[in-house]
């Protein structure tokens, strides 16, 4: 809940929404409950007004050309994995095709806080992502469940790596990486964030105002 929010009003990224809550069953005091926002169909209808029977939605890269159908289908999105498998995009043109059907700029800042959480439950896991069924609609990435990150489990120590060495789930951020200027962008925008949003200065005081929230409890 804590990274989530420190997202919010930050970067172009959907996230889950995040409340702490007192659970009584019965009358009885059983603790806090983190009410989290479910990641479905219905998430692009309660953030972007959009019907959830006009929305495909998919998770995980990990064994197929496209992800486990969520809802609606693969098959626009099988489409853009065989186009960046068969095209390069460091040519302008292939990537210029490949912005008019995902949100690049969006799945950049997927990239770039999963790699700052270090969470290594990810890409290969934990991957949504939505379009929906309206002209020019374009592929979305959604940040959940990024419990394995600052180091809970750490794996290889360097997220950079782990993020683009996972066969089967890295095919698109290595053909984006190709780009020249989707890879200097990668590069300034997290120079930017680690000055920034992430800088310590407003990561610790948010964190010791959200823990503050629980300390008592």
Not at 97 to 103: A, F, I, L
Not at 211 to 217: A, I, P
């Amino acid at each position: 809940g804590f990274m989530q929010s420190l997202l919010t009003g930050q970067m172009d990224l959907d996230c889950q929404g995040y409340q702490p809550a007192h659970v009584y069953l019965n009358g009885e005091y059983w603790g806090i409950l983190n009410v989290r926002e479910k990641i479905n169909e219905h998430y692009p209808a309660s953030n972007y007004d959009i019907h959830s029977d006009l929305v495909d939605m998919l998770e995980r890269e990990r064994y197929l050309t496209y992800g486990d159908v969520v809802h609606g289908d693969g098959k626009h999105y099988g489409e853009l994995i065989s186009f960046v498998e068969e095209n390069n995009l460091s040519e302008e043109a292939n990537y210029e095709y490949v912005k008019t059907q995902m949100d690049v700029s969006e799945y950049m800042n997927l990239f770039l806080a999963n790699i700052y959480f270090e969470n290594e439950d990810w890409p290969q896991n934990n991957m949504k992502y939505w379009r929906p069924h309206v002209e020019g609609g374009r592929w979305r990435w959604i940040l959940y469940d990024t419990d394995m990150g600052w180091g809970l489990f750490p794996r290889s120590g360097n997220t950079l790596e782990a993020a683009t060495v996972v066969r089967g789930a890295t095919v698109l951020i290595r053909a984006l990486l190709e780009n020249e200027e989707f890879k200097s962008e990668f590069i300034q925008r997290m120079a930017g964030l680690i000055n920034t949003t992430f800088h310590p200065d407003r990561v610790s005081p948010m964190y010791d105002s959200l823990l503050g929230q629980l300390n008592k409890e």
